[in-house]
């Protein structure tokens, strides 16, 4: 047998179980070398049994595995274990981060979704610094290690039905075939049609790429072409995103605008000016944040002071947050579903603040969300208290605190 068709085994696990360390988890990534997509960990608890080895005899480094077999080990593996988790890092956080410092980030989001504490972690070919548990970094883990093997199998099969919807979001780029990976086609792909938001901007080969404004929106060829709306939220930008079939959008633009205007004249705010912002608002759901405001302009589109200063624009980022953390992913669909649409400062005006409560009771799933009696309740006080209320519900719902949050909750005490 060949060093490359080694299995795994217990052998580290066993030296820590018999040293009275019995929750020993290990950590394995995939998608580092992609050019577009998330990076994905995930971080998997064996029960510290040597029988273990035989319910999981065919789990080996996934690369060596068919998708099948990937597939069928991956239930066996989240059926055996005694727990799992998975995090992401998206492809905007990769360009912000760096490839390592994502990698690390996706698997200490993992570790947060393990409801048992590791005694030790073993790792493939990593450490996490900030980490405090004793850790092991073993160069090709996955083939030495069923822990860390089980956890690469966890992480390709999640990353891999990821790029499959984002086959569906973005055809023609070949997601669901080559995985984000660098094939010729993906190369084409690109040359052809432009690179998309889960496009990872920062990696050599699309640093090249002319990213004009209307290539940021797949489904919205030829924006720039149409001329400039009008702009006005509760008419205009729904036509428009019913046109070029998004009805999800043109229906949640409408809510908003039934939103913005209650609470524009509640809070005796000019309801014309929180209209005009609809387009960069809604648009701004499919564009990466620094070209927002250039691709605003290219298509002639109305944009608020607030827009134009981006001291810190808090809610795209929020929203980020939130996908990453409960669905895994940037992607513009699941953004537009949980409203990536305004921006909120640290020091947010009246404006800014009726968008951004707008966009959040603007609940498009039946009912009421499951904020609004927070939210609600802060608005008996002021659209700052409300917005409050929000952030507030949101913190202990996200796996990692961020420190922006905290910012804007001192700025709005």
Partial sequence: MTSAQRFPDLNFEQAYWSSGISSVAGLDEAGRGAWAGPVCAAAVILPPDPAVGGQLAGVRDSKQMTPAARAFWAQKIRTVALDWGIGF?????????????????????????????????????????TNPVVQTALIKGDSRSLSIAAASVLAKTARDEHLLNLEVHYPGYGFGTHKGYGTQFHKQALQHLGPTPVHR?????????????????????????????????????????AGHGRRDLAAHCTAVATEATRLAVRFNLPISQAMAGGWLHDISGVIPLDQRIAAAEAWGLPILEAESQLPMILHQRLSMVVAETWFGCFDPVVLSAIGCHTTLKSHPEGLDLLVFLADKLAWDKGGQPPYAAAVNSGLEVSLLAGARAYVEWLLPRLAVRHPWLDEFLASAA
């Fill in 89 to 129: 890092t998206s492809a905007a956080e990769i360009d912000c981060h760096g490839i390592l410092p994502a990698t690390r980030l996706a698997m200490l989001r993992a570790l947060s979704l393990i409801s048992i504490s590791p005694g030790h972690l073993l790792i493939d070919a990593l450490q996490l610094p």
């Fill in 201 to 241: 901007s920062s990696f050599a080969p699309l640093k090249p790429l002319n990213c004009a404004p209307e290539r940021t929106a797949p489904f919205l060829p030829g924006l720039s072409g149409l001329g400039p709306p009008t702009g006005q939220l509760e008419e205009d930008v729904p036509a428009f995103f």
